[in-house]
């Protein structure tokens, strides 16, 4: 598949729009165009998707999928989604899931892996079961540290191995948003989104949120299998271009502060003759909250303040919007800039180099001509 920078190529994939970016065909990645964000929740036919390996083939019978809940726990649980179902208190919420590596492509030099702009995140509404509920109720031993996820998609080379094992610590996992979901936006879930149970746990790097789950291995350790490698982020910067010294790398958890601008979108003319420009968009901060949302059209020598409209619940995204007088006819650039509630805002530019490109939130900028 010709890269993304085609314009000519567009997704051609079972229930998604042809307007998603395709980044990658094996695995299949696609990512979702920020002017295609401007839905308060994102609609499945517009969700991005990472894979990293097989799609496994839709089961028959969804009800009997078995999810085992084992390792250091007091009673080790393997129930059919029918008993999960029956048994736990049924949520639904609008989480945020976005990729480790949203942003990657704004690295120089540039960084391995999936060039994602600002469109690897979705906020959908998730239906299933706190995780939290299941843990308790295999009762979490005093020892427990990580958790260990497994399922069924398979190594891309090699279908022996799993196509990636990632895990949390109990701390994380026994928040009570995380979900173990088997319905987005009211559906069950589509066979690339999970089929039919998957673990969303907002906030974090989305590989933690393991599709077509069949296991939760409690560990007394921090979890070790294939994908445990990788999502690392420099404790102190390194220079851009070299290899940092494993020592001084840490797991990325929350992810960093984000502002996307969804309408108007880039390379937009607008009418000479409105009176103001309104600037649409979205904003999340991992598991803290956004504080202010600004945006600029001179290049952040001045800024304004947006006006974020509240969550409808905790790790929802906040959507925001500006209204701007229409400057005189020209090129303008609009920015928009996050700040979190620990006063962290979008840098200018992507920061804290590594890579594999983890955790760049560089200020999201368009280009408009007005008149
Ligand atoms: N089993 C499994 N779960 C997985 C993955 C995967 O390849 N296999 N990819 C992860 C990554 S890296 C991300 S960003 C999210 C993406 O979820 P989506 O494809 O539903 O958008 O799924 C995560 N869960
Ligand atoms: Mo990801």
Excluded at 13 to 19: D, N, V
Excluded at 26 to 55: C, M, S, W
Excluded at 185 to 200: A, K, M, S, T
Excluded at 276 to 295: E, K, L, Q, S
Aim: charged share 20%; aromatic share 8%; net charge negative.
């Amino acid at each position: 598949m010709p890269n993304r920078q085609d314009p000519s190529v567009s997704i051609i994939y079972p229930g998604k729009s042809p307007a998603l970016t395709p980044l990658g065909e094996q695995p299949l990645v696609v990512e979702t165009p920020a002017h295609e964000l401007g839905d308060e929740t994102t609609p499945t036919e517009k969700f991005f998707i990472r894979n990293n390996g097989t799609i496994p083939e839709p089961v028959a019978d969804p009800l009997a999928w078995t999810l085992t809940i084992d390792g250091e726990v007091e009673t080790p649980l393997t129930l059919t989604l029918r008993d999960i179902q029956s048994r736990f208190e049924q949520v639904t919420r609008h989480l945020v899931l976005e990729c480790g590596g949203n942003g990657r492509s704004f690295y120089d030099p540039p960084a391995a892996g999936n060039a994602w702009t600002n469109g690897g995140v979705g906020c959908a509404q998730w239906t299933g079961v706190r995780l939290r509920d299941l843990l308790l109720a295999a009762g979490v031993k005093a020892s427990a540290v990580f958790t260990g996820h497994y399922s069924a998609d398979r190594d891309l080379k090699d279908p022996t191995k799993q196509a990636m094992s990632r895990g949390v610590p109990i701390t994380k996992a026994l928040d009570e948003n995380n979900l173990i979901a088997w319905a987005m936006n009211g559906e069950p879930l589509p066979p690339i989104h999970g089929f039919p149970l998957r673990l969303v746990i907002p906030g974090w790097p989305g590989s933690v949120s393991s599709k077509w789950l069949t296991r939760i291995w409690v560990r007394e350790r921090r979890h070790d299998e294939k994908g445990m490698t990788s999502y690392r982020v420099p404790i102190r910067p390194v220079v851009p271009g070299s290899t940092p010294d494993p020592d001084n790398l840490r797991d990325l958890e929350s992810m960093p502060v984000r502002s996307i601008i969804t309408a108007p979108h880039d390379g937009a003319t607008l009418a000479a003759d409105a009176s103001h420009i309104t600037v649409h968009g979205a904003a999340w901060a991992g598991d803290i909250d956004v504080a202010r949302v600004d945006v600029s059209i001179d290049y952040g020598a001045t800024w304004q303040p947006a006006t974020l409209l509240p969550q409808r619940n905790a790790y929802d995204w906040h959507r925001w919007r500006a209204t701007i007088a229409r400057p005189a006819p020209g090129y303008y650039q609009i920015w928009a800039r996050a700040t979190d509630v620990n006063g962290v805002a979008q840098p200018h530019a992507p920061a804290n180099w590594n890579p594999q490109g983890y955790g760049a939130n560089p200020m999201h900028r368009v280009a408009v001509t007005v008149g």
